[in-house]
C-alpha cells in the first residue's frame, strides 16, 4: 500500500506508535496530488483516495479491506490512514 500512495505522490510515511505490531497502523500523507480538487469537493476527492486504500488492500488479499479508514487531515500536517492489524500483509 504504501509503494501504490508514494508512487501516486501521497508521500506516505508510517506514524509513530503505529508500527507492524501495534492494533491499527496509522500512515500519515503528507502531500496531496490532488490538493486543488479537494478545496472544490473535499468529500468526493477524500472518498476516491479512500477507495484506492482499500482496492490496494483487497488486491493483496487482505480480508474485509473494507475497515481501513482515512481521516481527511487528521494530524497537524496530513490525513491519516487507519489499517486494523487483521488486514495487513
Do not use: K, W, Y
Not at 56 to 70: H, I, M, N, R
Amino acid at each position: 500500500m504504501l509503494r501504490v500512495l508514494d508512487g501516486l505522490g501521497f508521500a506516505p510515511q508510517p506514524a509513530a506508535g503505529g508500527g507492524l505490531d501495534a492494533a491499527i497502523t496509522e500512515v500519515h500523507l503528507h502531500a496531496c496530488p490532488f490538493l486543488d480538487l479537494v478545496a472544490d469537493n473535499q468529500e468526493a476527492m477524500c472518498g476516491l483516495h479512500l477507495g484506492v486504500i482499500r482496492g490496494v488492500l483487497a488486491e493483496l488479499g487482505s480480508p474485509a479491506a473494507d475497515a481501513a479508514t482515512l481521516e481527511p487531515f487528521g494530524a497537524p500536517t496530513a490525513c491519516v490512514v487507519r489499517v486494523p492489524a487483521a488486514l495487513r500483509r
